[in-house]
């Protein structure tokens, strides 16, 4: 792991890192502060257009946050960062108190406890619903010896419970590849689940579903909530109001306004550069 021991710590909170890291491979996040992630001042240039400008915000543990924006505001690219797959030119991104994640590679940020579900699904179409969860759930990812590998009742029960969560027990041996687009989406974020993240982003996940696949979706981030971190950007208005509870607005990669759905729509800013009134 190229991480270092923390010795700035976040500076939202003004706290003293406690500058362990848990003794596995994967340090736990030191979430005593109730903040599980800590982006700070994050400024990314594109051939010096800033996507992200002076970019914070933090989320609480176990919260719920829909983020929202403009196309082109860096909601995104946002993501890239907490991941690890874009570096900042400046700023800082903490997970918990103690895990620098700008010191960690996208497969580490992963291990660390942070899972992503991008937009297209990518779900092994030729393997069943339960297969897919339980490739997921294998660190070893050689698909030939995971399947043939015998599952303990523990690893059997939490696809199970998995399965339950995303809806999809009644379709455990259907072909992935059979699914509706609406259910390839959950079995995705069933497969995230597999490796317990701490957090889960999840960038426009109602995109091309239909409106009660919409509102399955919607049921399922909400059922996510606690257990863990889950931070949704969306364009689909309905939708984000139907699940939200903060709500930040980005613009130009930057915070422009942020707190209750009817908050942020009555902001006058908000309602200017993002709802077109
Ligand atoms: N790899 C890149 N190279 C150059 N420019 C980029 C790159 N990634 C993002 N950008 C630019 O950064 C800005 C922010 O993009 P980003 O994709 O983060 O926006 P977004 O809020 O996710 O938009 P949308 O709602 O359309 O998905 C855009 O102007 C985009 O063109
Ligand atoms: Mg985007």
Not at 190 to 208: K, S, T, W, Y
């Amino acid at each position: 792991m190229s991480a270092t021991a923390a010795t700035s710590g976040p500076i939202g909170l003004r706290i003293k890192p406690t500058g362990k890291r848990g003794s596995t491979n994967t340090p736990n996040p030191d979430l005593s502060h109730n903040i599980i992630l800590y982006v700070e001042g994050i400024t990314k240039s594109f051939d010096g257009f800033k996507a992200l400008n002076d970019l914070s915000l933090y989320i609480e543990t176990g919260e719920l946050r829909c983020i929202i924006g403009p196309n082109g505001a860096g909601k995104t690219t946002m993501m890239d960062v907490i991941t690890g797959k874009t570096r900042p030119d400046t700023g800082s991104v903490w997970f918990g108190q103690n895990i620098d994640l700008l010191g960690l590679t996208e497969p580490e940020i992963a291990q660390a406890g942070i899972g992503r579900k991008f937009q297209k699904p990518t779900v092994f179409g030729e393997h069943t619903v339960f297969e897919n969860l339980e490739l997921a759930m294998a660190s070893d990812k050689s698909v030939w010896k995971v399947l043939f590998a015998k599952l303990t009742a523990a690893q059997r029960d939490r696809i199970h419970e998995v399965l339950g969560i995303i809806g999809l027990s009644e379709h455990l041996n259907a072909a992935a590849g059979a699914l509706s687009h609406g259910q390839k989406q959950w079995l995705e974020i069933g497969m995230l689940m597999m490796q317990d993240p701490l957090v889960l982003l999840v960038d426009e996940p109602v995109a091309g579903m239909t409106p009660q696949e919409t509102e399955r979706t919607a049921e399922l981030l909400i059922s996510l909530e606690g257990k863990h971190s889950v931070v949704v950007v969306e364009h689909d208005m309905n939708f984000v109001r139907s699940i939200a509870r903060k709500v930040t607005v980005l613009h130009e990669g930057h915070v422009l306004a942020e707190g209750s759905m009817d908050e942020v729509q009555n902001n006058p800013q908000v309602k200017t550069v993002y709802l077109g009134e």
